[in-house]
């Protein structure tokens, strides 16, 4: 069952019919949510097969929560609206996550962009906080809502949140700081398992992707017995790349995808968080970031200087206890083992920003700024005349 969408209603008179209409469109499941995923297309990425729900959620015990705010239309009003921005969360188990950390490592593709706390992740190689996606501008706002909600299960705890940001402000109010706290405690307390809303949900309300409207998006792979059968899962918020890189199934299909001329933007970033049920240590967790990196570039992106890439990883195979305990016993796939999570993670990040895509409609925002949805029946049919799909 697909989560209820948060939408946070706007006061002001003038725009109180359309947010109406919006929140009806959001109780039955939103015109964003409808639009098909890569795969129901006909086109598949990779060899490898997806998990259940083709989300980081089929690595057992990972947690997906969002908040969408969707309110206002028109022009500009710094602190009114327009709104359209939200929170994700990412959990990697359901349980206290300070208490029982799990292995993690990041890294930077491009370092123009934000991502809390990854210092200290890298420095033990641990995760101990969920991770928390949302706009540019709201990082401070959702480090303080990852601290509340850590001290309200225990004052004495201090974490180092993780939040990651890419900004939104082509069609969000972004300097108005619509995020609260509280959204960031809903959106971690609200996290699920099963199937993920993509595209203009959470986080991913106010992205873009190569000129069309884009967002969060999700795939995974499950690696066959023989190599271990393992399954990796990948989540993205992408608002990355220009139109006329796009890629898909290799193809550049960007040129021909021109329906009309795209806004001017800055470039985008990307966050790319990859889950896996592997047992591996952070070194290793730290080789699956780098090879995420290749399945963002086929998809055409080149990473440019102004553009934020991050990425983080890691695994849900051992948890280690936060007590006095003075060793901890380990066991760790071999590195001999390891090429068949990296074209795990490949191919699931590539899809995962297709999905993004794929998924999310076209979106009017602040000043009517519009962002077009990817034009699906188009995509399928200059696949079909290259032969990459029947």
Request: glycine fraction near 12%.
């Amino acid at each position: 069952m697909r989560k209820l969408k948060i939408f946070q209603c706007s006061v002001v008179s003038r725009n109180l019919v359309w947010t109406l209409i919006v929140y009806l469109c959001l109780l039955t499941g939103s015109a964003y949510a409808q639009r098909p995923r890569v795969r129901d297309l006909g086109i598949n990425i990779g060899t490898l097969l997806p998990g259940p729900y083709n989300a980081i959620t089929d690595v057992a015990g990972v947690l997906v929560g969002h908040v969408t705010l969707i309110s206002g239309e028109g022009e500009l009003v710094v602190g009114r609206g327009p709104v359209r921005t939200g929170v994700t969360a990412v959990l990697p188990h359901g349980d206290d996550i300070y208490q029982n950390q799990v292995f993690a490592a990041a890294d930077v593709l491009n370092g123009n962009g934000e991502m809390t706390g990854v210092e200290w992740v890298n420095e033990r190689g641990l995760l101990e906080v969920p991770v928390v996606l949302t706009n540019t501008l709201s990082v401070g706002t959702a480090y303080n809502g990852v601290v509340a909600y850590m001290l309200k299960q225990d004052t004495n705890r201090v974490p180092l949140p993780v939040v990651a940001e890419c900004y939104d402000g082509g069609l969000n109010d972004i300097a108005g700081r619509h995020v609260k706290e509280a959204h960031v405690i809903q959106a971690i307390e609200s996290a699920r398992g099963g199937p993920v809303s993509e595209g203009s949900s959470g986080a991913g309300t106010g992205m873009r992707a190569y000129g069309f409207k884009a967002g969060i998006g999700t795939a995974s792979r499950v690696l066959p017995e023989d190599r271990g059968g393992y399954t990796l899962g990948v989540l993205v918020n992408a608002n990355c790349g220009r139109r006329p890189e796009l890629l898909v199934a290799g193809l550049p299909v960007g040129p021909e995808l021109a329906i009309q001329t795209p806004p001017r933007t800055r470039d985008g970033s990307i966050v790319i968080l990859v889950a896996t049920n592997a047992p591996l240590i952070p070194i290793q967790l730290r080789r699956l970031c780098k090879r995420a990196a290749l399945g963002l570039a086929r998809t055409g992106t080149v990473s440019r200087t102004s553009s934020g890439d991050l990425i983080l990883a890691f695994s849900t195979a051992h948890r280690i206890p936060r007590n006095r305990a003075t060793l901890d016993s380990v066991r760790t796939l071999r590195d001999s083992r390891l090429t068949p999570l990296f074209q795990a993670t490949v191919e699931a990040t590539e899809e995962a920003i297709l999905n993004a895509l794929c998924r999310a409609d076209t979106m009017v925002g602040r000043d009517n700024n519009t962002i077009p949805g990817l034009p699906l029946n188009r995509l399928v049919e200059v696949l079909k005349r290259h032969g990459r799909i029947q």
